[in-house]
C-alpha cells in the first residue's frame, strides 16, 4: 500500500520558517517526481514547487520562488519543503503528491500528474 505522509506544519508568526517533510512508503519513490501543492480556505488546491526524480529540476509558483526550497532524499524516502519568510498568505493546509509514471517530469504543476497524495499537514502564519 502507497503511503505519503506529511508533517511538520503549526503556527507560526510572519517571517518565520518551517520545514515540511513527506515520508514515502509502500514502492520505490526514487524514480518519479514529486511535488508540494496548498489549498488555503475557500480556495483551490495549488502549486507550490515539484523536484525531479533525482532532485536536479525543481520548480516553484511565482508566489514561493525565493522563499520555499523543495528537496528529496532518496536513500530515507523523504521529500522536504523549506519555507523561510512565511507571510500569512501562506496559511493553507499543504499536501505532498508523488507520481506513479517513472522519469516523467511534464506536467509538474498539474494536479491529474499525480496519483500519490498524502493527507495534508497545516501551516497558519500570523501577522
Known amino acids: 500500500q502507497v503511503q505519503l505522509v506529511e508533517s511538520g506544519g503549526g503556527l507560526v508568526q510572519a517571517g518565520d520558517s518551517l520545514r515540511l517533510s513527506c515520508k514515502a512508503s509502500?514502492?520505490?519513490?526514487?524514480?518519479?517526481?514529486m511535488a508540494w501543492f496548498r489549498q488555503a480556505p475557500g480556495k483551490e488546491r495549488e502549486f507550490v514547487a515539484a523536484?525531479?526524480?533525482?532532485?536536479?529540476?525543481?520548480n516553484y509558483a511565482d508566489s514561493v520562488k525565493g522563499r520555499f526550497t523543495i528537496d528529496r532524499d532518496n536513500a530515507e524516502a523523504t521529500m522536504y519543503l523549506q519555507m523561510n519568510n512565511l507571510k500569512p498568505e501562506d496559511t493553507a493546509i499543504y499536501f505532498c503528491?508523488?507520481?506513479?509514471?517513472?522519469?516523467?517530469?511534464?506536467?509538474?504543476?498539474?494536479?491529474?500528474?499525480?496519483?500519490?497524495w498524502g493527507q495534508g499537514t497545516q501551516v497558519t502564519v500570523s501577522s
Open positions: 523536484l525531479s526524480w533525482r532532485g536536479r529540476t525543481t
Open positions: 509502500g514502492r520505490r519513490f526514487s524514480t518519479v517526481a
Open positions: 503528491a508523488a507520481r506513479s509514471d517513472e522519469f516523467v517530469y511534464t506536467g509538474y504543476d498539474r494536479q491529474s500528474s499525480y496519483d500519490y
